[in-house]
């Protein structure tokens, strides 16, 4: 098991770095293989160490191994350590899973890419980091895998280096994560001195005894690190910047797998949540609101991508909002839902995008119902899973955490009530997305390009026309792109089935022995919540309608709320001023008022000085004898004075 | 060989090549491939001493003492520790890595050169495995002449300014410190390190620190750290950023922590205070700077820092954590700057509002840069990352400030770092960069992959190092201090 | 012994010395100058044979031979210098003899 569990982590970084050496030596679609294969083998060995962890009985599934000492001073000693429990094989599965068909599907997004070998490279070393992140044995190793995910993000949402915009975007996805790792370290530090270890046994163990100050302080610092990494409020901004990479990135890193990790790590660390209730109750605080505005933003964005990204936002919140009340388990189910249909929904649109040479503006794109017929079911399997419509898989994890939110308290129904209106907006807003792309008819645009015949394949967001082929048929995308939409399709569709409420629990009882939940929803409240939960997200979907396929109510029009929503609540604008114009100004002015006098200044006053006290002592030189005759008289009149005076 | 010579011969084998190289009659390509052998025979000697230590052991070990002035107590003492065998192996490889630089690029006056870069091998070594204090001191000063002149002889245009900027502090910084040697030495009645203990004077550490803090340098002491790292060649810079700013921070390890239990504890705030200010000023300045060679100047002022406050936080984490980011900084700025070397050869200018877009066609540039600036941001998993995890957490338990300021200097370092890469490999091609501008040739990569190459290895086993510095307690080993 | 105290020795001897002190100091010209230091020289000689005398020690007597030789050397070096200084038509005036070039 154990070595299961080693291969599915490290087959990736080998398919990485055999990908990075040999250079020009493999092939594109080679190197697309390469990583395909090397995430399959994951997979395999997932699946491989979940059936051997059936095995064991339920209060025996953890099994930590470490392969060498990485960091040592004098007691102190960290491994490189991973952990086979119920949860990392979870998330082995989800992402080594999900990770395949992604990788997969590059094959054919990617194809005639010139960097095609450096996308594959970069691909398998993501699905390593996530992997070591996961399943990383103790907080350091996690923070590692944490870091790594940055890096791969950064690389890949930069993967088109000669667009200022991507360069830029994965700068500030880079930097905003950089801060999350900040305050996980410090975080670590502490514990490290409260506990002497950061080995999750000896942590958690101790987790009672940090005393309230550092306990609150320790969650805060891991809450900082979830919410950079997850996109949530306050540290939301680079998730839709981070559009612009490749829409197989989009689907990978910023829906199924690294913005998930903030979820992660707060089931992984709930006990030490747990001794900080108050933070637990933030972060489901800001998931909550999380969830709303990102609801609100996605229902004026124009970009295909970005209505996705903002979906993801606000179906983060909802896991945030579960975990903040204590139901890990109900996140956990969210989250490999969402893994399912958001990576759907993203691959559906990058067969759309794919199809019109790039495009993805969606006022542009209309009618393609009959042009792409199996993009146009993926999508709307994606669309009604997000939603919560049943039987689809995302009925049953959102509903769960909603109900389990109208059980706690009045906090709870509060956070219950944003979880409604998130459900509103949900279906207006991925209705509207659905409802433009591919209701009505063709627009000239999709006209000029699907319909004439001719299959454009070109970049995102560059109409340029690389290859055509003059084929008449419907547009669809490539087969090599088609079978993994296929796939997930299914498991949007299925992947709810697997826990129903109170009736059928296999995913709680599996987690069960590391993080238990610390709500239950009574039957009723279940009821409740999840047939008005259905009904506000048909409401959604039937405005929607209206506005957008019928056209027979017009989309209201208030401009400054307008403004607002298209400003993204102005939160880039508020941080540019906040911390990026400071930091230029400060090191700016540091350089001219500290450093320029200091470095020229030491070299003139230097000179200056040296200067000044040779032409001093210079002055005692005049020429002339009698001058010279007197000093030496007086200086032996004052020398023989003193020898006499101290005799 | 045995133990003893073996740590002399680390010394003087290089300044045999060098006298060898400016006594024969060379042709210019002769020169410069004898002088990459000697440096690699260096190295293999180092390997060679490393096979020889006994981690296990605490204490001296491969020493060799023979008396010098016997009526001052004053002998030849040199030997190893843990920690200062890594630091020669720092040092053999980045010399090796320069004199290679520098044969592939070409240098002229090639025996004065080359004769120097042995002879400066020569006398770090010394500085590291020196254990007697006026033997130290010449060593420190024999670091200074060869510098000297390859800065002012073979640097850029401002090199003069640089030059006498930078022997002028040294030397006030050295004077300092010699004061202190006498003094200390005379009151001890011997100059020997092993054998002495430790001293409670106030003034006397000031002097050490002095001498130490102009060297590394040590916000607000570093004045002549942009000018002189800005106008050396490229090779020069590397061995200054990188190894001869370790002979500053060994110095603050082996003489002022171990001997000055006392006055460590009471200038401990002040200095950390000092440390943390450079960390966060280099990382201000260096993302603002509008040259490379400013960007890693800068940065190497903050790393400076942060491995002072990692030793002045006298404690496991900060000692060990602070020997092993010796060894990374030494390692990455040296690559950077060697990284730096080749892009102004093929541009002509290292402003960075003038480059751009070099990562298109030339893959294996953008593969070094990328891997030595991320390595250099210290992203987590990397060797860097392990030494100021180390050190932000040694110095936490000494203060939570410091750690806070650490935790902003890592978001600083990101952020300096990623603008570096982006303003030289990607967004738009640069004004300055020709179109034939070439990738990284094999003999760059030569020179450049083998650091990057330590430095992965590092990344997967920082304990390497942190495991084989100090034997039991490293606070036990350098003295006791007040916590 | 007979003859005068030391004392008066001594009190010519360091009048002579003030005399020529003064006249260094004083008179402008390099040729007086250098008289001027004969004479303290003469003074210094007096008072060690005095001494001499006093002591019934013939080192102070030996000395003074020593200083005399001295002096004649030094005179010959000041007047060649005063010799070639009047060769090249230069005032003869320390004040105005500052520089050291020809």
Redesign the interface.
């Known amino acids: 098991m154990i070595a299961a569990a080693w291969t599915c982590l490290l087959v990736p970084l080998g398919a990485a770095l055999a990908i990075t050496l040999a250079g020009n030596r493999i092939t594109r679609r080679g190197a697309g293989y390469l990583a395909t294969g090397s995430v399959a083998v994951s997979f395999v060995a997932a699946v491989v160490t979940f059936a051997l962890l059936l095995g064991d009985s339920p209060g025996d599934r953890s099994h930590p191994s470490t392969l060498w000492s990485w960091l040592t001073a004098g007691q102190l000693d960290f491994g490189l350590r991973i952990l086979v429990d119920p949860l990392s094989v979870f998330m082995m599965l989800v992402v080594s899973g999900v990770g395949m068909l992604i990788v997969a599907y590059s094959i054919g997004y990617m194809d005639g890419d010139d960097e095609e070998r450096r996308y594959f490279a970069y691909m398998a070393l993501f699905v390593f980091s996530m992997l070591l992140l996961v399943q990383g044995g103790n907080l350091l190793m996690l923070l590692v895998g944490w870091g790594l995910v940055g890096l791969s993000s950064y690389l890949l949402i930069g993967f088109w280096h000669d667009r200022p915009s991507a360069v830029a975007a994965a700068k500030k996805a880079f930097v905003m994560n950089a801060i999350g790792d900040a305050t996980m370290a410090l975080a670590l530090f502490l514990l490290i001195q409260r506990t002497g270890s950061l080995n999750f046994e000896i942590v958690f163990a101790n987790a009672d005894s940090l005393g309230v100050w550092a306990a609150n302080l320790v969650a805060l610092g891991l809450l900082g690190g979830a919410i950079a990494k997850s996109a949530q409020l306050p540290l939301q901004t680079w998730l839709p910047d981070a559009m612009e990479g490749p829409t197989p990135v989009s689907a990978l890193i910023h829906a199924a797998t690294m913005v998930t990790a903030g979820v992660y790590l707060i089931v992984r660390t709930s006990p030490l949540f747990e001794a900080a209730p108050k933070v637990l109750e933030l972060a489901g605080g800001l998931g909550a609101i999380t969830l709303v505005m990102a609801g609100l933003i996605a229902l004026v964005q124009t970009d295909i991508k970005r209505v996705i990204a903002y979906s993801t936002m606000s179906q983060i919140g909802y896991m945030f909002l579960a975990v903040g009340l204590g139901a890990y388990a109900d996140g956990m189910f969210h989250l490999m839902t969402h893994a399912f249909f958001k990576a759907l929904l993203f691959m559906a649109a990058g067969l759309v995008i794919h199809a019109l040479a790039g495009e993805q503006d969606i006022r542009k794109m209309g009618g393609l119902r009959r042009l792409m017929p199996f993009t146009f079911v993926a999508f709307i399997v994606g669309t009604l899973s997000l939603t919560g419509i049943p039987p689809f898989s995302g009925f049953f994890s959102k509903d769960s955490i909603l109900a389990a939110a109208l059980s706690q308290g009045w906090y709870g129904q509060l956070l219950w009530a944003a979880g409604m209106t998130g459900a509103f907006l949900t279906g207006l807003y991925s209705a509207r997305l659905f409802f433009i792309v591919f209701w009505g008819e063709p627009s000239a645009f999709v006209r000029e390009h699907l319909m004439i015949g001719s299959h454009a394949s070109g970049r995102e967001g560059h109409t340029s026309h690389e290859r055509h082929e003059t084929h008449v048929h419907s547009g669809e995308g490539p087969p090599s792109m088609t079978w993994t939409v296929g796939i997930l399709t299914v498991l949007a569709t299925i992947g709810g089935w697997i826990q129903f409420a109170d009736l059928w629990t296999p995913i709680s009882s599996w987690l069960d022995p590391v993080a238990e939940p610390l709500v239950e929803a009574t039957g009723t409240q279940e009821l409740v919540s999840s047939l008005l939960a259905v009904g506000l997200g048909l409401v959604g979907i039937w405005i929607a309608w209206l506005i957008y396929a019928e056209r027979q109510v017009r989309v209201p029009r208030f401009a400054q709320v307008q403004r607002l929503l298209e400003h993204k609540f102005y939160f880039d604008e508020l941080y540019d001023l906040l911390f990026y114009r400071p930091s230029v100004l400060l090191a700016t002015g540091l350089y001219r008022l500290v450093e320029q006098p200091l470095v020229l200044g030491s070299i003139r006053e230097l000179v200056r000085a040296f200067r000044e006290a040779g032409q001093g002592t210079g002055r005692l030189q005049t020429g002339l004898v009698r001058n010279y005759a007197l000093s030496i008289a007086a200086s032996l009149a004052i020398v023989t004075v003193v020898f006499v005076a101290v005799r | 060989m045995s133990s003893g010579w073996l740590t002399t011969a680390l010394i003087l084998f290089p300044v045999a090549g060098a006298i060898l190289l400016w006594v024969l009659p060379l042709r210019p390509f002769a020169v410069g491939s004898t002088a990459l052998l000697f440096a690699l025979v260096e190295v293999g000697l180092w390997i060679d001493s490393v096979a020889q230590f006994d981690f296990s052991q605490p204490g001296l070990q491969l020493d060799q003492r023979t008396s010098w002035f016997s009526d001052l107590h004053v002998s030849y003492h040199v030997g190893f520790y843990g920690f200062s065998i890594w630091l020669v192996g720092l040092t053999t490889v980045v010399l090796a890595a320069a004199i290679g630089y520098a044969f592939w690029a070409g240098r002229e006056r090639p025996r004065a050169f080359y004769g120097l870069m042995l002879l400066l091998t020569g006398a770090i070594v010394g500085v590291f495995v020196a254990q007697d204090l006026l033997l130290f001191y010449v060593f420190w000063e024999a670091m200074l002449v060869p510098l000297y002149v390859l800065v002012g002889v073979w640097g850029g245009a401002g090199r003069l ?1 640089a030059t ?2 930078f022997v ?2 040294t030397m006030a910084g050295s004077l300092l410190m010699l004061a202190s040697i006498i003094v200390l030495g005379l009151s001890q009645g011997t100059f020997d390190l092993v054998t002495s203990g430790t001293n409670g004077s106030d003034w006397i550490f000031l002097g050490f620190v002095a001498a130490f803090a102009v060297k590394a340098p040590l916000f ?1 002491l ?3 750290l ?2 002189a790292y800005r106008e050396s060649s490229p090779e020069v810079a590397a061995v200054l950023s990188g190894v001869v700013s370790k002979a500053a921070a060994y110095g603050f390890l082996r003489i002022a922590i171990a001997k000055f239990p006392g006055p460590v504890s009471e200038f401990r705030t002040p200095i950390l205070v000092l440390a943390a200010c450079g960390l966060v ?1 280099g990382s ?2 260096a ?2 700077a509008p040259d490379v060679r400013g960007v890693i100047a800068y940065s190497s002022l903050a790393q400076m820092g942060l491995i002072t406050l990692g030793l002045f936080a006298v ?3 900060g ?3 602070a020997v092993l980011q010796m060894v990374n900084h030494g390692l990455i700025s040296a690559t950077l700057f060697l990284l730096a070397g080749g892009i102004e050869r093929r541009t002509a200018t290292g402003e960075l509002a003038l480059l751009g ?1 070099m ?2 066609g030339r ?1 294996a540039l953008a ?1 070094v840069l ?1 891997t030595a600036g ?1 390595i250099a941001l210290a ?3 990397s060797a860097a ?2 030494g100021e ?2 050190i ?3 110095v ?2 000494t203060g ?1 400030g410091y ?2 300021v650490g ?2 200097a ?3 370092a ?2 300096y770092i ?2 570096l890469i ?1 303003a030289v ?4 091609v640069g004004s300055a960069v020709p179109e034939g501008a070439l990738d990284l040739r094999p003999a760059e990569l030569g020179v450049v992959v083998p650091l990057v190459a330590i430095l992965l290895v590092l990344s ?4 390497a190092i ?2 084989r510095s ?1 034997v ?4 036990n080993v350098v003295g006791r201090v007040a916590k | 012994m007979r003859g005068p105290d030391v004392v008066w020795y001594l009190a010519v001897a360091a009048f002579l010395f003030c005399t020529g002190a003064l006249g260094v100091l004083m008179r402008r010209s390099p040729l007086i100058v250098l008289l001027s230091l004969e004479i303290m020289l003469n003074g210094a000689n007096l008072a060690l044979i005095a001494f001499s005398r006093h002591y019934a020690q013939g080192d102070g007597q030996i000395f003074a031979l020593t200083v005399m030789a001295v002096a004649a050397s030094e005179v010959v070096v000041g007047l060649g210098l005063i010799v070639a200084i009047a060769r090249k038509h230069l005032d003869l005036d320390v004040d105005k003899l500052s520089t050291l070039r020809g």
């Open positions: 300014r006498l900027v002028i502090y607000p570093h004045a002549w942009p000018e000023y201000l300045l993302f603002r404690n496991d984490l000692l060990n954590g877009g990562a298109r893959p593969t990328l991320v992203v987590p998993g990352f392990a995890f180390a932000l957490a040694g936490f338990q939570w750690a806070v935790a902003v890592i978001v600083l990101a952020m990623l603008r982006s490999l990607h967004d738009r997967a086993w920082p304990a942190t495991e100090f039991g307690s490293a606070a």
